[in-house]
């Protein structure tokens, strides 16, 4: 997606450069990207950037460049489909815009209004709604109307129909048998972490053991402060050579995958609040501190 190069007044947009951003759906290449077929994954939900440039696209909507670190590019988002980093964020099946397709029959005061199989699309995220995620949708079968629909009743736009009543006539079964069984890695979370990083580059071996013993110092500073989230934050910013460093060292919300191989056994071998000892990777030495766990999560049918 490209933007011009004119900078919005600040009043005009949420967000500034420099400001570290969230992105709260799947970014795929609409065409624009180069170095990537149509409609690749880009950037993964939930993954951390910070905001380079601010412009706009066809003159109404806002579009920020977003450089996210762990991917290594430069996208363009829309203000929607971003938030703060460091607002609450919880991960759901579904996001603004994702087509979807209803699991079961939705009536309202006893009319059958939504059948099985309806294609909808996702015009709010309800993330904190009572007994889990919900969405306001939009069905194509009913213009003009906006349903309140749990998240467990709703599946991806690709997957499988229901089939129809079962023996017992009871959809809800078909719903369970068809989708969730065969599907629970749709209703699964994995693991995932809260990471932030220093890196520190070298050239030879010498400037190895200079970056080695940079990061030990560092390391034995983090460990003896009161608060290791903000020394880890503070040490960062100074000495990170890393684009992250403009954001306190931040890699975003991070399962397995999703990392340097090498840093990966140490990242998520770490407790909460705890540090690793210097890791090298292709690119330099990197110390990393695990900020926050977040466990893997299945969803009950009910």
Not at 47 to 62: H, K, Y
Not at 69 to 85: F, K, S, T, Y
């Amino acid at each position: 997606m490209m933007a011009d190069s004119r900078v919005l007044p600040p009043s005009s947009s949420r967000f500034a450069p420099d400001d570290e951003v969230r992105v709260i759906r799947n970014v795929r290449n609409d065409g624009t990207y180069p170095g990537a077929a149509r409609g690749d994954l880009l950037v993964r939900r939930g993954s951390v950037g910070v905001v380079r440039d601010i412009g706009t696209f066809l003159q109404d909507q806002i579009i920020y460049s977003v450089y996210f670190h762990v991917e290594n590019r430069l996208v363009g988002c829309r203000e929607e489909e971003l938030i703060g980093a460091g607002e609450a964020w919880t991960p759901s099946l579904f996001e603004f815009r994702d087509e979807v397709r209803s699991r079961a029959v939705l009536q309202v005061n006893g009319k059958t209004m939504i059948e099985p199989g309806d294609d909808g699309e996702i015009v709010r995220v309800l993330r904190d709604h009572p007994g889990g995620p919900a969405y306001h949708v939009h069905f194509a079968s009913a213009p003009g109307r906006v349903f309140l629909v749990p998240e467990t009743m709703l599946e991806e736009c690709d997957g499988a129909r229901l089939s129809g009543a079962s023996e017992s006539g009871a959809p809800e079964k078909d719903a369970e048998l068809l989708h969730y069984h065969r599907r629970p890695q749709a209703f699964t979370r994995p693991e995932m972490r809260v990471l932030r990083h220093i890196l520190v580059t070298f050239d030879g071996a010498g400037q190895k053991q200079d970056a080695i013993a940079l990061l030990e110092g560092l390391r034995g500073h983090i460990l003896q402060s009161a608060d290791r989230a903000a020394a880890f934050a503070a040490a960062a910013l100074e000495h990170s050579h890393c684009p992250t460093a403009l954001g306190n060292g931040v890699l975003g919300t991070i399962k397995l995958g999703q990392l340097f191989p090498e840093l990966e056994p140490h990242a998520f071998s770490l407790a909460e609040g705890a540090l690793s000892t210097p890791v090298e990777s292709p690119v330099g030495m990197h110390l990393i501190f695990c900020e926050r766990i977040h466990p893997p999560m299945s969803m009950s049918f009910e």
